[in-house]
Structures are given as C-alpha cells and as structure tokens.
C-alpha cells in the first residue's frame, strides 16, 4: 500500500523557519518525482515544488523561490521541505505529492499520483 | 507565465450531466490530469493524459480535449460527486493548477 506521510507542521511566528517531512512507502520511491503542493485556507491547490528522482533538478513556483528548498533522501525514503522567512500567506495545509508519467519495463505508459494527507501550518503571531 | 483557467461553479442536478471546463494555452501542447478533493480529504485522481481514466474510478467520468480547453464529463452525476475539480498540468519548469470548480449536486 503507497503511504505518504508529511510532518512537521504547526504555529509557527512571520519570518522563523521551519522544516517540513514526508515519509514514503508502497512504492519505489528513488524512482519517481515528488512536489509539495499547498492549499491555503479555503483556495485551491498551489504548486511549490519539484525534485527528481535522483535528486539532482529541482524547480520552484515564483512564490516561494529562493525561500523553501526541496531535498529528499532516497536512503531514508524522506523528502522535506526546509521555509524560511515564513509569512502569513504561506499558511496552509502542505501536501507531499508524486505526480508524474512514466514508462514500465514493457514500454508501457502510465501515470502516477499518490498524495499524502497533508500538514497544516500556520504563520501567526 | 501559463495559467489554467476553470469557472468558480457548476450546479446540477443529480442524473443529469456536468461539464467542467478548464483552459490555457499549455494545453495544446501538453496532457492534463483531473483531480476531486472533498473536503478534509487529498485530491484523487478521476482522469489523466487528457481522457484517461485510472483504475477504480466510476465510468460517468470522462475527458476530453480540444485547442486550449479540456473537459471532463460526469455523466448522471451523483450526489456522491459533489467536490472540487482541480484540472493540472505541466509547463516548462512549472506544474499548474486550475483555481478549481465547485461541483454542486443537488
């Protein structure tokens, strides 16, 4: 069974820093893509994030470049996400997602999208 | 930048057939993918690659491509499908969402 499980979420001051985690199973992790999504409050989904299965790419929305940075562990079968300068806005619950498509060992396509349960975090002082 | 564009609403009846638009450039070149949240609950994928539908998912949901709009299609829909409809895609270095439908059945 794919489980997907963030942590680290919580109250937490405008400007502090805080470190996001999400534990993987079910599914062979160092080989597929993950992203953080967020949906604030009330509003839709928004992406944050990407990192490739390796490691090495990885890409950000406008809105949170140079402030989150994405990194996983493929040892541990662990991604995070590490905010910085954390505003008001950035409250929301934080989902790790593997979104993607892929190629089986027969050429065949298919797509996978697994999702965790999300985190809440809250930026208030 | 790419934006994909979804109306804030729709409202049916149940048994009747629910089109839930999305558009954006991106999607001339690129497949799109369906999610539903309900509320409290992770999105589930309900179609991907424009028309695919995954495993378990119930055969009144459809999708469809033409240009730079996507559709997917609930035919008789039930009450059980009242949610939010995200449509997805990816372009350049960037994954996008729609602002997302709210499905009302009743």
């Known amino acids: 069974e794919v489980q997907l499980v963030e942590s680290g979420g919580g109250l937490i001051q405008p400007g502090a820093s805080l470190r996001l985690s999400c534990a993987a199973s079910g599914f062979p992790f160092s080989t597929y893509s993950m992203n953080w999504v967020r949906q604030a409050p009330g509003k839709g989904l928004e992406w944050l994030s990407y990192?490739?299965?390796?490691?090495?790419?990885?890409y950000y929305a406008d809105s949170v470049k140079g402030r989150f940075t994405i990194s996983r562990d493929n040892a541990k079968n662990s991604l995070s996400l590490l905010m910085n300068s954390l505003r008001d806005e950035d409250t929301a619950v934080y989902y790790c997602?593997?979104?993607?498509?892929?190629?089986?060992?027969?050429?065949?396509?298919?797509?996978?999208?697994?999702w965790g349960q999300g985190t809440l975090v809250t930026v208030s002082s | 930048s790419y934006e994909l564009t979804q109306p804030s609403s729709v409202s049916v009846s149940p048994g009747q057939t629910a089109r839930l638009t999305c558009s954006g450039d991106?999607?001339?070149?690129?497949?799109a993918r369906w999610f539903q949240q309900k509320p409290g609950q992770a999105p589930i994928l309900v179609i991907f690659?424009?028309?695919e539908r995954p495993s378990g998912i119930p055969e009144r949901f459809s999708g469809s491509s033409s240009g730079t709009t996507v559709t997917l299609t609930i035919s008789g829909a039930q009450v059980e499908d009242e949610a939010d409809y995200y449509c997805?895609?990816?372009?350049?270095?960037?994954?996008?969402f729609g602002g997302g439908t709210r499905l009302t059945v009743l």
């Open positions: 997805y895609s990816a372009a350049d270095n960037n994954l996008l």
């Open positions: 690659k424009d028309s």
């Open positions: 991106v999607l001339a070149k690129k497949y």
């Open positions: 997602a593997s979104l993607g498509d892929y190629y089986d060992s027969s050429g065949d396509y298919y797509y996978v999208a697994y």
């Open positions: 990192i490739s299965g390796n490691g090495s790419t990885t």
